[in-house]
């Protein structure tokens, strides 16, 4: 079983749903960060938690350190949306990261 | 534009062969990280270097080695090339490194194919 497990792999959505990421871990974490990869390959970093909920924008990202669940929510989906999202935690080294697989949302105009 | 810079953006070898990535931290960024991306197994971290020094390491292969230079920019070596080691290669910076509560800023990555 994978440290970090994320659902769904893949999600296909129309323009203005409402999108929910989940991710769950299973090891002792420092904080859960929410990255985002466009189809050019560029990483960029949404979010980091320790806990609670932030919001930016159209994304929130919420955490559960208790039931080590965290998850990327995305109100009135757009196609520029359309991306992989990938969910890591940090343990007791920031560098050692342990990854998601990834899921792949495209948004439909 | 994350202020990380990685050169080349795209690689391509042979069987064999060795090559060098380079890597540009942000302005004031101390620590460098590498990571791996392949299809088979997502992303891995490699290794972390913070302020010249190895910080901790992850899957890198033993024909692989890295160096944080005193500018801070990091170079990733890869010798010995084999087919599998065709992957996008990224780097990151954060500013400190290994206290788990930093946002890392992530280069646009090196293709590399070995054919």
């Known amino acids: 079983k994978n440290e970090v497990e994320q659902s769904p792999q893949n999600l296909t959505a129309q323009e203005g749903e409402f999108i929910t990421i989940n991710c769950s871990y299973s090891?002792?974490?420092?904080?859960l960060h929410w990255l985002q990869q466009h189809p050019g390959g560029g990483i960029v970093s949404l979010f980091m938690?320790?806990?609670g909920k932030k919001k930016h924008g159209r994304l929130i990202a919420t955490i559960n350190i208790q039931e080590k669940h965290s998850s990327l929510h995305i109100t009135a989906s757009h196609p520029r949306d359309s991306a992989v999202y990938i969910c890591?935690?940090?343990?007791?080294?920031?560098?050692?990261?342990?990854f998601g697989t990834g899921t792949r949302l495209q948004v439909f105009p | 534009d994350s202020g990380v810079t990685q050169t080349p953006k795209h690689l391509i070898t042979a069987t064999g062969q060795r090559v060098t990535l380079r890597c540009s931290p942000r302005?004031?960024?101390?620590?460098v990280y590498w990571y791996q991306q392949s299809l088979d197994q997502g992303l891995q971290f490699l290794i972390q270097?913070?302020?010249?020094?190895?910080?901790a390491k992850g899957n890198i292969l033993e024909r692989f080695s890295a160096q944080q230079f005193p500018d801070l920019h990091s170079e990733l070596n890869l010798s010995s090339l084999e087919l599998g080691d065709s992957a996008l290669y990224f780097c990151?910076?954060?500013?400190?490194?290994?206290?788990?509560?930093?946002?890392?800023?992530f280069g646009s990555g090196t293709q590399l194919s070995v054919l």
């Open positions: 938690l320790s806990s």
């Open positions: 890591a935690v940090g343990t007791h080294s920031l560098g050692k990261l342990i």
């Open positions: 090891v002792g974490i420092s904080a």
């Open positions: 302005s004031g960024d101390l620590s």
């Open positions: 990151a910076s954060s500013v400190q490194g290994g206290t788990g509560n930093e946002k890392l800023f």
């Open positions: 270097y913070y302020n010249g020094e190895e910080r």
